[in-house]
């Protein structure tokens, strides 16, 4: 069993700079994605950027050049650097652990963290 927990977020001005992370706790297997998804104010949730146990990035197009997703050493806590944010970037994130490979992997997300973003 793997408990995310994210941290960061908040209220946040137009061009803001504020960064997210996700600390994991429990057994990570060695093949897994770490990644953050949102949810806007009545749309679906969408990724935003994830990164493979190999250290392949992938971000959605809306937030290329813009937001950074990383982490740690140990592999165990995932951030996402978020940078020249917009009011369309407001929404809840949240974090998300594909663990395992891909026919055989469990999935687990945190709580969400709130990210408003006033213009």
């Known amino acids: 069993q793997v408990q995310l927990v994210e941290s960061g977020g908040g209220l946040v001005q137009a061009g803001g700079s504020p960064r997210l992370s996700c600390a994991a706790s429990?057994?990570?297997?060695?093949?897994?994605?770490q990644g953050w998804y949102r949810q806007g104010p009545g749309k679906q949730r969408e990724l935003v950027a994830d990164?493979?146990?190999?250290?392949?990035?992938n971000y959605v197009d809306s937030v290329k050049g813009r937001f950074t997703i990383s982490r740690d050493v140990a592999k165990t806590t995932v951030y996402l650097q978020m940078n020249s944010l917009k009011p369309e970037d407001t929404g809840a994130y949240y974090c998300?652990?594909?663990?395992?490979?891909?026919?055989?992997?469990?999935?687990?997300w945190g709580q969400g963290t709130q990210v408003t973003v006033s213009s």
């Open positions: 998300n652990l594909e663990n395992g490979p891909f026919a055989e992997k469990n999935v687990y």
């Open positions: 429990g057994t990570l297997l060695s093949r897994n994605t």
């Open positions: 990164i493979t146990h190999t250290g392949f990035i």
